[in-house]
C-alpha cells in the first residue's frame, strides 16, 4: 500500500512538471525514477518510452503505466498513471471554470484571438518536426499526402485513416520482402 | 445515450487510435466536435492554448478540458479516465511480451504506415484551423454528410493581421537562435499581447 501511494504522488509531481508534453517529461523522469528512487534502470526507461511513442495514446500515460506495472503489476500501473493524470485533472478544472466566467470580456476575446494564431503556428512545427521522423521514403511521402488531403475534404473518422495505414504498412513491408 | 457514456466512448477511441502523443489526440477531438456539436473549432484551439500553458502532458490536459466543457468536474474525470483506459490495457499487455512486441516484425510494418498516417491527421487539422484563423473560410460538415463543405464566413478572405503574425512566430520559432528554443508559453503570451493590443477578436 505504502508503495503504491509513493507511485501515485512521484507520478502526479511529474505531471505537475511535465510543462510542454511528453516529450518534456524524459529527463525529469530519468532523475526521479532512476537516480532517486532505483526502480528501474536507464536501459528500461529507454525501452519504456520508445515503445510509449509507438504505441497508442499520450505517451506520458504510457510511460506512467509501464514504470508502474514493473513496480506492483497491474495495480501499479493504474496507481501511476492515475497519479501523471491527476495534476491535469485539478488545474485544468480550475481555469477552465475561470476562463468561462471571463471569456464574456472584451480583452480576454481578443486576447485569444492572438493566442489561436500562435497556436496554429506550434501545431504546424509539431507537423514538420513528425514529418522529419515519419516521411522516410516516397512511399511514406504518399501515405502522408493521402492522409492529409483525405482528412481535409471527407468526413470520416480519424481512426479509419489510421486502421487503413497499418495494414498499408504490413502490405507495403511484405511485398518489399518479397521482391528481394 | 448519457452524455457522460458518449463521452467515455468517444475519449476511449481517441486513447486507443492516437498514436504519437498528445498532439496525436488533435484530429480525433476536432471529429469529435464536429460529430457531437458539443464544441467548435474556435473552442477547441482555445483549449490547446490553455493545454500547451498549463502544467501536464498536452492530450491530457486537452482530454480533461474538453471533459470539463461538457460536462463539468465530472466530465472532466470521464474524458480523462476514457483516454488513458486504452493505454493501460495495451501497455499491460505489451509489457507482458516486451521482448516480442518490440522484435515483431508486424508491429514495425504496421508503423511503417502508421507513422506519416498520424502526421497527415494531424497536418488535416493543421490546414483547418490555419484557415479558420487566418482566412475568412470555414470548414463546415453538416451531420451525414461524406465531404465537408468550404464556406466564406465573415467579410474578408485572408486576415492580414493574424497572417502577418503567424509569419512572424514562424520565423522566431524555427530560425531565430536563441528565441526558437524558448517554451511554448512564451510564444503564447507575446500573441495574447498581439492579439489585444491589435484587437484580433475585432472588438
Known sequence: MKVLWELFWTFAKMGVMTFGGGYAMLPILQREVVENKRWVTEEEIMDYYAIGQCTPGIIAVNTATFIGQKIRGIAGGIVATLGVVFPSVVIISILAGLITNFSHLVWVQNAFAGIQVCVCVLIFNAVMKLLKKSVVDKRTAAIFAVVLVGSVFLRISPAWFVIVAAAVGIILKNLEVKGK | ?203
Open chain 2, 1 to 203: 445515450m448519457s452524455v457522460y457514456l458518449r463521452l467515455y466512448w468517444e475519449f476511449f477511441k481517441t486513447g486507443l487510435f492516437a498514436v504519437g502523443g498528445g498532439m496525436a489526440t488533435l484530429p480525433f477531438l476536432k471529429d469529435i466536435g464536429q460529430s457531437t456539436g458539443w464544441y467548435t473549432y474556435t473552442d477547441l484551439m482555445n483549449m490547446l492554448a490553455v493545454s500547451e500553458s498549463t502544467p501536464g502532458p498536452i492530450g491530457i490536459n486537452m482530454a480533461t478540458y474538453v471533459g470539463f466543457t461538457v460536462g463539468g468536474i465530472p466530465g472532466a474525470v470521464i474524458a480523462t479516465l476514457g483516454e488513458v483506459t486504452p493505454s493501460i490495457i495495451v501497455i499491460l499487455i505489451v509489457a507482458m511480451m516486451l521482448k516480442k512486441f518490440r522484435d515483431n516484425r508486424y508491429v514495425n510494418m504496421a508503423f511503417y504506415g502508421l507513422r506519416p498516417a498520424s502526421t497527415g491527421l494531424i497536418g488535416a487539422a493543421c490546414v483547418t484551423v490555419m484557415l479558420e484563423v487566418m482566412t475568412g473560410i470555414k470548414v463546415l460538415a453538416a451531420d451525414g454528410a461524406l465531404v465537408n463543405t468550404f464556406r466564406m464566413a465573415g467579410e474578408s478572405l485572408i486576415k492580414w493581421p493574424g497572417v502577418l503574425l503567424g509569419a512572424l512566430l514562424i520565423v522566431l520559432t524555427n530560425f531565430v537562435k536563441p528565441v526558437k528554443n524558448w517554451h511554448p508559453i512564451v510564444f503564447i503570451a507575446f500573441s495574447a499581447v498581439v492579439g489585444i493590443v491589435f484587437r484580433f477578436a475585432g472588438v
